[in-house]
């Protein structure tokens, strides 16, 4: 059975600052920021022992446009510099279903 984003994420953590994550890659090329913690638009919003624990996350900054996430997103604007904020559980599972599942983490590429 292939992993949980949730469990994608504990594994991505960010050594330099515990409170982030890598981005997400999915299987048809999307990446996207999936965030959790006290200073995140989730629930709770609070720093939980795992990801496991949020019921509702913040998704940053997709690499295109994400119908499932219109009504999340804070302001307006291009998705793709777009924060969308309180996203379900089940929406973001059945839009990483929708794309293939999750690949891997998307390492970013250093500023030239």
């Known amino acids: 059975m292939d992993k949980h984003f949730t469990q994608w994420m504990e594994e ?5 600052w515990r409170k982030m994550t890598e981005r997400l890659l999915l ?20 720093d939980m022992d795992s990801y496991s624990d ?25 998705h793709t510099s777009s924060v969308f904020g309180y996203v379900p559980v089940a929406v973001i599972e059945a ?10 983490v998307q390492i970013p590429t250093p500023a030239a």
């Open 27 to 46: 299987a048809d090329g999307t990446a996207l920021s999936i965030q959790a913690s006290e200073t995140h638009y989730c629930a709770p919003r609070s």
């Open 54 to 78: 949020y019921y509702e996350f913040e998704i940053g900054f997709p690499t295109t446009h994400i119908a499932e996430l219109e009504k999340y997103q804070d302001g307006a604007g291009d």
């Open 12 to 16: 991505s953590r960010l050594k330099a």
């Open 95 to 104: 839009l990483i279903a929708a794309r293939g599942g999750v690949v891997g």
